[in-house]
């Protein structure tokens, strides 16, 4: 019940966040603001549920680390021109409409063919279609070796489907909200949901939805909310749902107890857990004494470029259960330390920061693109660095060449 009711707190004090921060910025889900709904949920839900107690100057450099990210992003937040945005989207969408669709339907072969070849792996490690709504915790641990041994020309079609199938999603969703139509977007979806229940992964499926999610947040600043995105908004939220359920049958989570005291369903104790173990892992790891591996977790995809990869911590334990991710901070504090992790902190919010501002000043896909990559690790700041995998950062090289050969920028 305390829990309950310290959280329609936060609610409120939310609503009057979001409020002074668009007067702020003139802009309705600016980085700042999503950095402060994040952390603020994460670091009070943490600390309610936890079972476990750190030391005095591990929660102390917790709280420093929020008060300096919004210090960082202060530094960089600035009013934003709406009708400006407006100016360049619209241009941007009337010059190149007609090979946007062109490029949808491409990309939608990409992401069949994406589908193809996940139930080509399905039934190449002895399960079957029917076998995924049940519990194939087995699969999951097969499917991760299949992947890790498949070899460099398996990676390069893999790799080549999904830059396809992602680039097909974000020009969906950007064609969707200027024309309200909403066909395209909602097929890439569904099949996207697909994806993740043939590959046993809600993240690849989370992330699919972040990009739109984080589309709708640039858009919301120059359109009207109406029914159609109040009725995407809720259609959203169920399949997070669906793939909740789905993901939690195919681990087996309904054969387990509830690891939160409180909570007698395992699906939402294993929902609330995701948001706030990573937080509690980092508390653990600032316990510990570790020696840091300076930049091999942070810049994870240049050292496995030149043969290092860095070692995990493995399962680190909170009180109620375990967890394999640290926050964000938390993969700079295990690289660089205390200082090291501030600084990196700093020149993080300074980047997405800039990607954002990008947008406004000069949209291109490509400016969009790298927009939602930062967005995206913005958002799961709480669970990890997305940028430790290699996707994200050659996605965005490949929305340069491809929107380069094809697109006209800004209509010139």
């Known amino acids: 019940m305390k829990i309950i009711l310290i959280n329609i707190i936060l609610i409120i004090f939310m609503v009057f966040l979001y409020k002074y921060l668009k007067k702020k910025t003139n802009t309705y889900f600016s980085p700042l603001l999503l950095f402060n709904w994040i952390w603020i949920t994460v670091i009070v839900n943490s600390a309610l549920i936890s079972t476990k107690k750190f030391s005095m100057a591990t929660n102390i450099f917790v709280i420093l680390i929020f008060i300096s990210g919004n210090l960082f992003f202060l530094m960089f937040s600035k009013r934003n021109n709406n009708d400006d945005l407006y100016k360049q ?42 076998m995924l709504f049940g519990n194939v915790e087995w699969l999951r641990f097969a499917y991760l070796n299949y992947s890790n041994n498949i070899g460099i020309v398996f990676a390069l079609i893999t790799n080549i489907l999904n830059y396809f199938a992602e680039l097909g999603l974000i020009i969906s969703a950007f064609l969707c909200f200027c024309e309200k139509k909403y066909f395209y977007l909602l097929i890439n979806i569904i099949l996207s949901f697909f994806h993740a229940i043939f590959t046993l992964s809600k993240m690849a499926f989370f992330i699919d939805l972040i990009f739109v999610i984080g589309i709708f947040f640039i858009f919301s600043n120059i359109i009207k909310i109406n029914r159609k995105e109040k009725r995407l908004i809720v259609l959203v939220i169920v399949f997070i749902i669906l793939s909740l359920i789905v993901t939690g049958t195919q681990r087996g989570y309904q054969n387990q107890d509830s690891s939160i005291e409180g909570i007698d369903n395992v699906i939402v104790a294993k929902t609330v857990s995701y948001f706030v173990t990573p937080c509690l892992a980092f508390k653990s790891l600032m316990d510990q004494e570790i020696d840091y591996s300076y930049g091999s977790k942070t810049f994870s995809p240049i050292y496995k470029f030149i043969g290092f990869s860095y070692e995990t911590f493995g399962d680190i334990d909170v009180g109620f259960d375990d967890s394999t991710v640290y926050t964000l901070p938390g993969m700079f504090f295990a690289d660089f330390g205390y200082i090291g992790c501030i600084l990196l902190l700093f020149f993080y919010s300074f980047v997405v920061s800039k990607t954002y501002n990008k947008v406004f000043q000069k949209f291109s896909l490509f400016n969009l693109c790298m927009y939602l990559i930062f967005n995206m690790t913005l958002l799961l700041s709480f669970f990890t660095w997305m940028g430790r995998m290699t996707f994200y950062w050659i996605f965005p090289i490949f929305v340069f060449y491809v929107e380069k050969m094809i697109m006209i920028k800004n209509g010139g």
């Open 89 to 130: 989207i619209h241009k941007y969408y009337s010059t190149n409409k007609s090979k946007m669709k062109k490029m949808i339907i491409f990309c939608l072969l990409f992401r069949i063919m994406q589908i193809f070849y996940d139930i080509y792996v399905v039934n190449r490690l002895g399960a079957s279609i029917n």
